[in-house]
């Protein structure tokens, strides 16, 4: 099979409605490492960069309440810092590149999604349709 290990996506295609940041960029314990109260930091597998998590909150209206909060990590060499707050937002929008997802199983038997990032930042502004002025006036 061609696909192994962590498929590409864009991030439109993982949050077509947005996400919104909801939490604290922490870092990823690496549990086998980590002993007798020593924490130590994940590393990825793939590329040795730390990895940090953010909680984020898709913007799709149709998830079920559980469904909204998702864990995104973050493969950064320093802690990446999220973008200011909007004014008049509850929560800060954010967008991520160089995504990629890995499936997995769940505890509770289910598929689930492992999503990894290289880089986050503000959205990017997107181009808004213009009104024509003075449409064919003749």
Not at 44 to 62: F, H, I, N, S, Y
Not at 66 to 87: D, G, N, R, S
Not at 90 to 105: H, Q, R
Not at 111 to 131: D, W
Request: with cysteine.
């Amino acid at each position: 099979m061609a696909l192994q290990g962590p498929i590409p996506v864009t991030f439109d295609m993982v949050f077509p409605h947005g996400c919104y940041v909801v939490g604290e960029v922490e870092p990823v314990k690496d549990f086998d490492a980590s002993s007798n109260g020593r924490f130590v930091q994940a590393r990825d597998k793939q590329t040795g960069e730390l990895v940090w998590q953010v909680a984020v909150m898709d913007g799709d209206p149709t998830l079920k309440p559980a469904q909204k909060t998702v864990a995104v990590k973050i493969l950064a060499p320093v802690q990446p810092v999220p973008p200011q707050p909007m004014p008049g937002l509850p929560f800060t929008p954010v967008e991520f590149d160089g995504m990629s997802v890995t499936p997995y199983v769940n505890a509770a038997s289910r598929l689930a999604y492992s999503i990894k990032v290289r880089e986050m930042h503000a959205p990017r502004p997107t181009a808004q349709p213009t009104a024509k002025a003075g449409k064919d006036a003749a």
